[in-house]
């Protein structure tokens, strides 16, 4: 599976990014009916689970961004967002887009600063 994530960057604490991810060789029917989510590893640490989507656009949340981050999707586009507010410094990290069971992307930096 090629995954292509964007949208990282700097940004201060309190600001926003939105991270997109892209399936570009997946047919619409596969893509479709894959779980899509977005993990994050920050220096140092173990990647841990951020968010996901299912095929039917139920989501889940890590506690940590429940309230501050949405996921979303659009099937036709074969694309995946993750709308980052709120942002805080622990938020730092790459992230990296999935899609069940194996798939990864290559991942995106976001760095907030204090």
């Known amino acids: 599976v090629q995954l292509q994530a964007s949208g990282g960057g700097l940004v201060q604490a309190g600001g926003s990014l939105r991270l997109s991810c892209t399936a570009p060789?997946?047919?619409?029917?596969?893509?479709?009916?894959?779980?899509m989510g977005w993990y994050r590893q920050a220096p140092g640490e173990q990647r841990e689970f951020v968010a996901h989507?299912?095929?039917?656009?139920?989501?889940v949340y890590a506690s940590s961004v429940r309230g501050r981050f949405t996921i979303s999707r659009n099937n036709s586009r074969k694309t995946v967002w993750l709308q980052m507010n709120s942002l805080k410094p622990e938020d730092t990290a790459v992230y990296y887009c999935?899609?069940?069971?194996?798939?990864w992307g290559q991942g995106t930096q976001v760095t907030v600063s204090s």
């Open positions: 999935h899609q069940a069971p194996q798939g």
């Open positions: 060789r997946n047919i619409f029917s596969v893509f479709s009916s894959k779980t």
């Open positions: 989507i299912t095929s039917d656009g139920a989501v």
